[in-house]
Every structure is written in structure tokens, then in C-alpha cells.
């Protein structure tokens, strides 16, 4: 079993929906918690990371970790075709820990 | 300013040869990692440098190999060549080893295929 998993997908859904992208990991030591996105033929970008628990919000973007489940989220409201992309999720135990990756989420966003 | 830059971005090779890949960190950034990427596997760790000194290594075979230059330009070498070597590798710069995981920066990769 991977430390990581991500649905790989493809998740298809209309514009304007709310996306919700997720992740599991069996790792409690986990406390970086990471989601990248990555157009096609391009390298990851960071888009938002959380430490630990909780909830953060950037824009049309909120990540969510829940320690307890070992599961965590990231919601894309008011979806754009501009959004289609493959979502990367990925955790490390600390700043100098490597980290650990899900295999990513294809997201297609439909006009 | 420059984001990470990797030469070549496309590469063709056949099994038993080797390679060499190129990355250029961006200006100012010290900390330099390898990574590879395939459909299904999500980002496995090759290594990771700074300041010319290897910091750490992944599960990868001893035909995967790095360095780091002092200007911070790093190159990755993959010998004798397997077709399970067909993949994209990135590289990503932070200024430092501790911001890798929150500030780093990816490049667009060199996808390589081995025939």
C-alpha cells in the first residue's frame, strides 16, 4: 500500500461547479501538507500548504486536513476551464523531510 | 526573473546508453532537487543538493547519479539505460534546503523516453 493516495481520475465536471480533490495517507507523522497543480507538459506549482490541522482558504481555493482520518482536501469553488489540470497532493513529516506524493488527480473542467 | 531552466526538454535514447540532464536553478537559490515523475507513480525523490554537497538520496539504483556545480547548476546521469527509465524528470530550486518543500520552484522537466 502507498503512503499516499490520490484517485487518479479523470474528474470531470461543469464550470462553475465546486471541485473537491482528496487525499489519504497512512503516515500519522505527517504535518506538511501540500497541493500542486500541474498543466500539461509543465512542472507542479505550488498552490497552497497547510501545517498540521485545520482549514486554510486562498481565493476560489481552501485546503483541508484532518489529522484524526488521515485525509485531506482541497475545494476549488467557481471552477474554470483555466482550473483543468492534474492536482498533485503531497506530505512530509517536517521542512527537512522529503516529501512523500500522491500520483495526482486529473481534473477537467467542461464550458 | 528566470524560473528553473532544464535542457534538453526532450530526449530520445536507446537501452544500455546514458544520459545527462541539465537543470538551472533560479538566481540565488542554492538548493537544487531531482525528481521523477510517471503516469500513475505521482513525484519519486532521485536527490537533493546544496552547496555541492549531495543532502540526500532516494531508492533509486546506483546507475542514477547527481552533481552540483558552484554556481548552483546541477545535472542528474542515468548509464546504462532501461526502458523503465522513460519518464519526465523535474527538477525544482529553493534558496535552501528547509524552503524545498514550501518554496520551491519546479521546472518544466526533460521527458525521456528510451527505445
Known amino acids: 500500500q502507498k503512503e499516499v493516495e490520490q484517485d487518479p481520475g479523470p474528474l470531470s465536471v461543469p464550470e462553475g461547479a465546486i471541485v473537491s480533490l482528496n487525499c489519504t495517507y497512512s503516515?500519522?507523522?505527517?504535518?506538511?501538507f501540500m497541493w500542486y497543480r500541474q498543466y500539461s507538459r509543465k512542472g507542479p506549482e505550488l498552490l497552497m500548504y497547510t501545517y498540521s490541522s485545520g482549514n486554510k482558504e486562498d481565493g476560489r481555493f481552501t485546503a483541508q486536513v484532518d489529522k484524526s482520518s488521515k485525509y485531506i482536501s482541497l475545494f476549488i469553488r467557481d471552477s474554470q476551464p483555466s482550473d483543468s489540470a492534474t492536482y498533485l497532493c503531497?506530505?512530509?513529516?517536517?521542512?527537512?523531510?522529503?516529501?512523500?506524493w500522491g500520483a495526482g488527480t486529473k481534473l477537467i473542467i467542461k464550458p | 526573473k528566470a524560473g528553473v531552466t532544464q535542457t534538453p526538454r526532450y530526449l530520445i535514447k536507446t537501452r544500455g546508453q546514458q544520459v545527462t540532464l541539465s537543470c538551472s536553478p533560479i538566481s540565488g537559490h542554492r538548493s537544487v532537487s531531482w525528481y521523477q515523475q510517471t503516469p500513475g507513480q505521482g513525484l519519486q525523490f532521485l536527490f537533493e543538493y546544496f552547496s555541492e554537497t549531495q543532502r540526500n538520496k532516494g531508492n533509486f539504483p546506483g546507475r542514477f547519479s547527481g552533481r552540483q556545480f558552484s554556481n548552483s547548476r546541477s545535472e542528474m546521469n542515468v548509464s546504462t539505460l532501461e526502458l523503465g527509465d522513460s519518464a519526465l524528470y523535474l527538477c525544482?530550486?529553493?534558496?535552501?534546503?528547509?524552503?524545498?518543500?514550501?518554496?520551491?520552484?519546479f521546472g518544466q522537466g526533460t521527458r525521456l523516453t528510451v527505445v
Open positions: 503531497a506530505m512530509s513529516a517536517g521542512s527537512n523531510y522529503q516529501l512523500i
Open positions: 525544482a530550486s529553493s534558496f535552501s534546503p528547509g524552503q524545498m518543500n514550501t518554496e520551491a520552484f
Open positions: 503516515n500519522s507523522a505527517f504535518q506538511y
